[in-house]
């Protein structure tokens, strides 16, 4: 099995980062590869005045982990109530229609907010639902999380923790069963 873990931003040294390697860790703690791709390298200076559906050499190494993964982890930060700009870019520089065709997802959100990112979150899955993605349901968020998230321990919060473990092992049977 071949898992992608999206790091939703481009800003450097984030907490979606940080959260997307530790959850790698968890996926590899269960035998499966779970390959970070950070936006923060997405090569936005290439696609500077719209090169929509252009072959742009940079861009590949983004397509890559998508098309040739068997299940997505998206990690979403909350910026203004939204997901990041730059992941909007990074799916419109997908191939069209196929790339989410019955891809399994599952959906991780942080913030320094109360609320986890659960708007950037649902926001996001409404894209994902446009492009026929099948949504894994057990989705976890995670709010305030300098303080509630640790890069070394995990979750500081026990139940939370037991949420994300829950999605980790749950969503390797959901691609399976997908696949
Ligand atoms: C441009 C921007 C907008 C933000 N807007 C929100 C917001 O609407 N709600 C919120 O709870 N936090 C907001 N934040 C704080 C981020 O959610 C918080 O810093 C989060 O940890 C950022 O994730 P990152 O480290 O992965 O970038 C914002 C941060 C940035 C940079």
Do not use: C, H
Not at 54 to 79: C, H, N, Q, W
């Amino acid at each position: 099995m071949n898992l992608s873990i999206i790091s939703s931003t481009d800003r450097p040294n984030s907490w979606s980062l940080k959260l997307s390697n530790y959850i790698s860790r968890l996926y590899a703690e269960r035998n499966v590869k779970a390959k970070v791709v950070s936006l923060e390298d997405f090569p936005l200076a290439d696609v500077v005045g719209g090169k929509y559906g252009k072959e742009i050499t940079s861009i590949k190494k983004f397509r890559e982990p998508i098309l040739e993964a068997d299940g997505i982890i998206f990690v979403i930060p909350e910026y203004n109530g939204g997901f990041p700009g730059i992941l909007k870019m990074f799916i419109d520089y997908l191939p069209f229609p196929g790339a989410f065709e019955k891809m399994p997802m599952a959906f991780v959100g942080e913030a320094s907010g109360a609320f986890g990112a659960l708007r950037p979150v649902e926001q996001f899955q409404m894209i994902a639902n446009y492009r026929n993605a099948l949504q894994f349901p057990e989705r976890v968020f995670i709010p305030r999380v300098s303080k509630e998230f640790d890069p070394e321990t995990g979750l500081v919060d026990d139940f939370k923790q037991k949420l994300l473990d829950s999605q980790v092992e749950n969503f390797i049977k959901f691609v399976r069963d997908n696949s």
